[in-house]
C-alpha cells in the first residue's frame, strides 16, 4: 500500500514551454502533498507544500508564479513549470502525507526534466 | 516489484545509546543508494553508497552496504536528542528512478 506515482518520469521540451508533472496517490488520499527539486550531491529542496482545496504553501526563494501547484483533489497534486528555461532541467519529487500519519511521507519516483 | 523497506518503523532511546537503522531493497538495476535525515523541511543527504562493504563515516554517524544481500545499515552512536527525525532510504535504479522508503523515526530522549 501507500502508493506515490508520478507522470511523466522523464520529459524534455523547449525553452519558453510549459511542462506540467503530476503526482498521484494511488490506494490513500494525500491531505498533504510536497514538491521537492533534487540539486547536485543529491540533497533536496522542498519547494511548496499543498493541502488539498487550498493554496500551496511555497519556501522562500521558490517563484510561485512559475511553478505552479494545484492539489484539487485527495489523490492528485499538479506541479506546472511555466515559460521553462534549461536552469529549470532538474529532478522533480513529489510526497503525500495521510491525516494520520504526521511523520510518514510516501515519495513518488521522481519526474527528470530537461529544458533545451 | 521494486521496493524499499526499512526498519524499524519507529525506535525510542535514551542519549548515548547506539541505534542501528536497516534498510533492506529489491529495485531492478541497482545505482546507488542513499540516507537523509528529515526533520522539518526537506531530508539532508547523509550518504550516498554504491560499493559492498564500504563504510562510509561522518562522525557518529556511519553506512555500509551489502550488494549481496541487498541491505544498508545506519549507525549512529552516543545519540544525541538532535539526532531525533525521521531517516529515510532511498534507491536509485533504472531511468534514475527513486525508490523512498517510508523512514524510520527516531526519538532521542535525555
Known amino acids: 500500500g501507500a502508493v506515490v506515482s508520478q507522470h511523466p518520469s522523464w520529459v524534455i521540451c523547449k525553452s519558453g514551454t510549459s511542462v506540467k508533472i503530476e503526482c498521484r496517490s494511488l490506494?490513500?488520499?494525500?491531505?498533504?502533498m510536497f514538491w521537492y527539486r533534487q540539486f547536485p550531491k543529491q540533497s533536496l529542496m522542498l519547494m511548496a507544500t499543498s493541502n488539498e482545496g487550498s493554496k500551496a504553501t511555497y519556501e522562500q526563494g521558490v517563484e510561485k508564479d512559475k511553478f505552479l501547484i494545484n492539489h484539487a483533489s485527495l489523490t492528485l497534486s499538479t506541479l506546472t513549470v511555466t515559460s521553462a528555461h534549461p536552469e529549470d532541467s532538474s529532478f522533480y519529487i513529489c510526497?503525500?502525507?495521510?491525516?494520520?500519519?504526521?511523520?510518514?511521507?510516501?515519495f513518488g519516483p521522481g519526474t527528470r526534466l530537461t529544458v533545451l | 516489484e521494486d521496493k524499499v523497506v526499512q526498519s524499524p518503523l519507529s525506535l525510542v532511546v535514551h542519549e548515548g545509546d547506539t541505534v542501528t537503522l536497516n534498510c533492506s531493497y529489491e529495485?531492478?538495476?541497482?545505482?546507488?543508494l542513499l540516507w537523509y535525515k528529515q526533520e522539518k523541511k526537506a531530508p539532508t543527504f547523509l550518504f550516498m553508497l554504491?560499493?559492498?562493504?564500504i563504510e562510509k563515516k561522518s562522525g557518529r554517524l556511519s553506512s555500509i552496504l551489502d550488494k549481496k544481500e541487498l541491505f544498508s545499515i545506519l549507525n549512529i552512536t552516543a545519540t544525541q536528542t538532535g539526532d531525533s527525525a525521521v531517516y529515510l532510504c532511498?534507491?536509485?535504479?533504472?531511468?534514475?528512478?527513486?525508490?523512498f522508503g517510508t523512514g524510520t523515526s527516531l526519538t532521542v530522549i535525555p
Open positions: 532511498a534507491v536509485i535504479g533504472f531511468g534514475n528512478q527513486f525508490y
Open positions: 510526497s503525500a502525507q495521510t491525516s494520520g500519519s504526521a511523520d510518514t511521507q510516501y
Open positions: 554504491t560499493s559492498s562493504g
Open positions: 490506494d490513500f488520499q494525500a491531505t498533504t
Open positions: 529495485v531492478t538495476n541497482f545505482r546507488s
